[in-house]
């Protein structure tokens, strides 16, 4: 950090970093003790308690980390749901950021669910009720002259910020139009993943929360509500606005990427068009997902031997998510040789209206490439939603059947013993979630299919037994590409994010698990997710180098990765002069 260099999050603090990793402060007594980035609680030294003006505010007893590591869990552990525990958790980052990042890099599995996804959403849905400390920055629609000044107000120069998470909460985890509260919940927790995971500096990222109005009548009727209080704005004053943010962000924080979370299917996938080609950014539910997911299906070919070349594949789902994956697996059809057309011709979405078909009114220009021929489909069996997902497993025979959809137990036991007696290893990702909102469990999938699916879903599941296998099902959480990804993107300085470091991304995944066993999993554990994503990490700034995107030289990538991975220990901290 540079001399008076005040982290993001945290308006107030007056630190400079120095060359040997201390840090000096003109902060005394209270003040320390408020700033998370600067308090130790009971493991300032006795020679910084003098120094600081800390003598006699803290119990005398001076602890390790580790300590407090340990009493932090138990605390943590007496929770009595997911909820309170995040709320724990947040309160925990708002005094010690230290000691909350450690305490949840210790634990990372069992945390992970209850920082981000599913628990976060609960935590949205109550945040102006449950309002504390502001994080980032909140950029208003109705003052987009005060974006210079909000991000002003940080006091951090150019080269301070590594990296940008920004959404507008249109389609926040499932639940969708949450406001501001879903803005900055959802970013503050990517954030929070980005760190524990893969070790981005705390001190050199912003969560922005682009706050458009919101449709839901709930918060706008919610005397308790925090954000603008109209109708979601649309069109060009919306086109506008996210304009001027990209420019005033991209001007003010030039090294920076940005990142793109949670927008509606209006307006995500033209958004990441219109700037993917002009500044280093990316929209993690369109790319991070078909990535991961193009991971486990890598895995899943290693076992099945069928070549992407010769998959069919059915995605009952075709909003942004779905249509993101099938991009990325279609292209990785075509790197194994298919042309554009064939291989976009071997994929089959399904939406709500059924299958896809070019004659259809109000399809999306991103659904228009994948939509079949009428002529194809006129002797297909319709029902009053169209020709549904059932005929199209009969008639397709897919290898690959794909749900982002949000509709609990679409798959059914028919469909997938239909779709079982096609292929002999059928590969199935239910990968909607929360859980009551997958499109089917394992176990049945396992049931239905005789032993021999290949599964991955949105959602930890517990290894299964059956017929004597047991069988490791793979999550696809977005949480084992996005943090490496972002971290290989900071170690190049990369100019943008290319497909092609997308699919390194996918390919440094699927390369870290051993399929050879039986029910082995698809995809790496999140036990291990500081190590998936360095490993991540490595392979995309290689790639960026590759590709002439790299602005900085690459010696040793795997040390630059190491060096530039932000480790959860305190430093030592001495006073300066007033």
């Not at 000044?149 to 080269?159: H, I, T």
């Not at 031997?305 to 279609?330: E, H, K, S, Y």
């Not at 025979?397 to 013993?417: C, D, N, W, Y």
Request: aromatic residues 6%; contains cysteine; charged residues 25%.
């Amino acid at each position: 950090m540079s001399p008076g260099k005040r982290k993001p999050d945290l308006p107030s603090l007056m630190f400079a970093e120095q060359p040997d990793g201390s840090y000096v402060t003109s902060l005394r007594g209270l003040a320390v003790l408020r700033e998370p980035l600067l308090n130790k609680g009971t493991a300032f030294s006795p020679e910084e308690r003098a120094e600081l003006g800390l003598d006699g505010l803290l119990p005398p007893v001076v602890e390790t980390l580790d300590e407090q590591v340990r009493r932090m869990y138990v605390q943590y552990g007496r929770q009595p749901t997911n909820l309170l525990k995040n709320v724990y958790l947040e309160g925990l980052r708002d005094r010690n950021e230290v000691l909350y990042y450690r305490l949840l890099s210790d634990h990372l599995r069992e945390m992970l669910p209850v920082v981000y996804d599913p628990t976060v959403a609960e935590a949205i849905r109550s945040y102006s009720h449950e309002y504390r400390r502001p994080r980032g920055v909140y950029l208003s629609i109705d003052d987009p002259g005060g974006i210079e000044r909000a991000f002003k107000s940080l006091q951090v120069g150019p080269d301070d910020v590594d990296l940008i998470v920004a959404s507008d909460a249109e389609e926040i985890l499932g639940i969708g139009d949450w406001g501001v509260g879903g803005g900055a919940g959802i970013a503050t927790g990517k954030l929070a993943v980005y760190t524990a995971a893969a070790g981005i500096d705390p001190g050199r990222v912003i969560p922005v929360a682009l706050d458009v109005g919101t449709d839901n009548e709930a918060l706008l009727n919610d005397p308790a509500y925090v954000g603008n209080r109209h109708a979601r704005v649309r069109g060009q004053r919306y086109d506008d606005f996210i304009d001027a943010y990209v420019t005033t962000a991209t001007r003010m924080f030039p090294g920076a990427l940005l990142h793109w979370e949670d927008f509606g299917p209006s307006n995500a996938r033209r958004i990441l068009e219109k700037y993917t080609e002009r500044i280093c950014t990316f929209n993690d539910d369109m790319q991070g997902t078909g990535a991961i997911v193009l991971a486990a299906m890598l895995s899943a070919v290693k076992v099945s031997r069928t070549p992407m070349r010769d998959q069919r594949i059915v995605i009952f789902g075709a909003g942004t998510a779905g249509i993101g994956i099938a991009d990325q697996l279609r292209d990785a059809m075509i790197r194994d040789g298919l042309d554009h057309d064939t291989a976009t011709r071997r994929i089959w979405p399904i939406d709500k209206q059924g299958l896809l078909v070019d004659d259809m009114t109000g399809l999306r220009d991103f659904q228009q490439p994948y939509a079949r021929p009428r002529s194809e489909v006129a002797d297909w069996a319709k029902d009053e939603h169209g020709i549904s997902l059932a005929e199209v497993v009969a008639r397709v025979k897919p290898t690959m059947l794909l749900g982002t959809s949000t509709a609990h137990g679409a798959f059914t036991e028919q469909i997938v013993r239909t779709m079982a007696a096609g292929v002999e290893r059928p590969v199935i990702f239910p990968i909607s979630n929360p859980t009551d909102r997958i499109e089917a469990m394992p176990a049945d999938l396992i049931r239905w299919s005789d032993g021999r699916a290949l599964i991955a879903t949105g959602i930890p599941i517990e290894p299964i037994t059956y017929n004597g296998v047991t069988y490791v099902i793979g999550q696809a959480n977005n949480a084992l590409l996005y943090p490496g990804l972002g971290l290989g993107v900071v170690v190049s300085r990369a100019r943008r994010v290319s497909p092609g470091m997308f699919q390194a991304a996918a390919d440094a995944v699927s390369g870290l698990v051993d399929v050879s066993a039986p029910g082995a999993s698809l995809l790496p554990q999140v036990d291990n997710l500081r190590e998936v994503s360095a490993t991540v990490a490595v392979a995309v700034a290689n790639r960026a180098a590759e590709e002439h995107l790299a602005r900085t030289t690459l010696r040793n990538t795997i040390q630059q990765v190491q060096d530039a991975m932000w480790q959860p220990k305190y430093r030592p901290i001495h006073g300066n002069g007033r």
